[in-house]
C-alpha cells in the first residue's frame, strides 16, 4: 500500500485527480441501504394497520386492492400452503403515506 501511496504522491496533480475518483469507492466506508428488508407475514404488519384489521381484511383491501403493493409484497392469494410476506420498513412508509386514500371502514362482500 505504501508503494502504491509513493506512485501517487509523483504523479502530477491532473493524474492525482482520476486517481483519487477512481479509489473513491474503495476507500469510502458502504452506504447504508435506505430501509433494510425486512420479509415479515401479515401479521406482524397488523399493529402498524390503523384500526384493529384482521389478516384477511389486510390482504383484501390492501394488498389485493392495490396493484403498486407488489413491489414490496408477495401475491395476497398465493395458494395453500404458501404465506403472504410483505417488506415491513417498506409497507409501513407506504402505509402511513396512503392512510387517506384506504376506505379503513370497508367490510366484507357477503
Known sequence: MSALLELVKETPPEDRKAVAEYLKPYLLPPQKKE??????????LRPFIP???????????????????RKWS??????????????LPVAKKWIFNHTDEIDWNQSFPR
Open 35 to 44: 430501509a433494510e428488508e425486512k420479509w415479515v407475514g401479515v401479521e406482524e
Open 51 to 69: 384500526g384493529n384489521k384482521s389478516k384477511e381484511w389486510i390482504k383484501m383491501f390492501i394488498l389485493h386492492a392495490y396493484p403498486e403493493t
Open 74 to 87: 408477495t401475491e395476497p392469494y398465493p395458494g395453500k400452503g404458501r404465506t403472504v410476506k410483505v417488506n
